[in-house]
């Protein structure tokens, strides 16, 4: 009795042996194989996307209150709603590097198949770079170039030295060679500060009579812009031209000047030409300013990171030309905008 229970025994036991290797070489063995895949697929975009699956794109953005910057990223939405495989996760740096830096490690956690980015700073810049290229995940840079962009996949902008040189050569034009400038300049060290200063004062070396009495920053802003002007206004000291980086800080130095009774006495140039800046063109208040096609530049960006995504070749830099916008011709461009 006990020797047919002992047999029985054996029995289950080498049919259940027999179960589990058998599962084994069916399930485990092919599970593990699928799990390495996906890893794979994430770290690269590239596999992903040859296998017809979703595309996902990390946008990184330094801070979604800028007026500007809002018509960036509306440039990378109208190219995500051409296409039927992508998908756009978008991210608010808030100006701080700190919390950008988190951003592109969540970014890189999930595994997204390529980032579009524009950093909060130029120094944390190169950093996010340096960190997402030790991963397989392509990088496009737009607009902000810094020391180390070019370790980026790609780079989408416009040449801010380029924006200098048209408006102050327009209002060079203006002033017949002559008078004394004020330059408002965005923050401190920002690419965008540095080229457009850079151009100003290239055009102010040719013409002799030309000189700056004032300049600081006002960041970007039309508050600030405004708060900047009334000092000056208040300094005693005469200029005959504001010059401005960009056009907010142009539409609150404007502002400034008609509420002091002295906007027929000194012109105003800008660089974006934003919506509202070019309504204030249209009445003659601002003289200039520069367009600054931030959807081209967006939809540029989301459509190279897209194609690095696929494995395909891009442009290493993509460079979107900015146009003089003046009262003769601020009916095309406000039509653009519609």
Same mark, same amino acid.
């Given at each position: 009795?006990k020797?047919? *229970?002992?047999? +029985? ?5 080498? /049919?259940l042996?027999?179960l589990?290797?058998?599962g084994c070489s069916?399930?485990?063995v ?6 390495n895949?996906?890893?794979?697929e994430?770290?690269?975009g590239?596999k992903?996307?040859d296998k017809?699956? *979703? ?8 801070d ?5 910057l809002?018509y960036? #990223?509306?440039g990378?939405r109208?190219f995500?709603?051409?296409?039927n495989d992508i ?6 740096? #808030?100006?701080?590097?700190?919390k950008?830096l988190?951003q ?5 956690s *999930?595994k %997204?198949?390529a980032? %579009?980015?524009?950093?909060?700073d ?5 950093? %996010?770079v340096?960190r997402?290229k030790?991963?397989k995940?392509p990088i496009?840079v %737009?607009?902000?170039p810094?020391?180390g962009v070019e370790?980026?996949d790609?780079?989408? @902008?416009s040449k801010?030295?380029e &924006?200098?040189t048209?408006q ?9 060679g002559?008078?004394?400038i004020a330059i408002?300049m965005?923050p401190?060290?920002h $690419?965008? #500060?540095? @080229?457009?200063t850079?151009g100003?004062?290239?055009?102010? &070396?040719k013409h !002799?009579?030309m000189?700056?009495?004032l300049e ?10 405004? /708060?900047?002007m009334?000092?000056?206004l208040h300094?005693?000291?005469?200029f005959? $031209? +504001? +010059? ?9 130095a ?15 140039a800008? +660089?974006d030409?934003? !919506?509202d ?7 003659? =208040?601002?003289k200039?300013t520069?367009y600054?096609?931030?959807d ?8 190279? /990171?897209?194609?690095?995504a696929k494995?395909e070749?891009?442009e =290493?830099?993509i460079?979107v !030309?900015?146009e003089i916008v003046?009262?003769?011709n601020?009916?095309?461009y406000i039509?653009?905008w519609?």
């Open positions: 009795m020797s047919k *229970q002992r047999l +029985v025994s054996m029995l289950m036991s080498l /049919a042996l027999v589990i290797i058998s069916g399930g485990g092919s599970s593990t194989k699928a799990n895949q996906a890893d794979n994430g770290a690269t590239t992903a996307a017809g699956k *979703q595309i996902v794109i990390g946008a990184a953005l330094p979604w209150s800028d007026k500007w809002g960036l #990223q509306d990378i109208k995500e709603k051409t296409q998908k756009v996760i978008y991210v608010d740096g #808030q100006q701080d590097a700190n950008q988190s592109i490690e969540t970014f890189i *999930q %997204v198949d980032i %579009v980015f524009m950093p909060v130029d120094a944390t810049g190169a950093a %996010v340096d997402v030790q991963t995940i496009v %737009v607009n902000r810094f020391a370790k980026a790609a780079f989408i @902008g801010d030295i &924006a200098g048209m102050m050569e327009e209002i060079a034009k203006l002033l017949g002559k008078g004394d408002m965005g401190m060290g $690419a965008a #500060q540095i @080229g457009r850079d100003d004062k290239k055009v102010l &070396a !002799p009579d000189k700056v009495v600081g920053s006002a960041s970007w802003d039309r508050a600030k812009g405004m /708060a900047m009334e000092n000056w300094s005693g000291k005469e005959n $031209a +504001v +010059v401005s980086n960009n056009d907010e800080m142009a539409i609150g404007i502002m400034a000047a008609e509420a002091a009774g002295k906007l027929d006495k000194i012109v105003f800008g +660089v030409a934003t !919506p800046a070019l309504e204030f063109v249209k009445s003659r =208040k601002l200039v520069v600054q096609n931030a081209g530049q967006g939809g540029t960006a989301l459509e190279t /990171a897209v194609k690095l494995g070749q891009v =290493k830099n460079y !030309p900015f003046t009262p003769a601020v009916d095309e039509k653009k519609k």
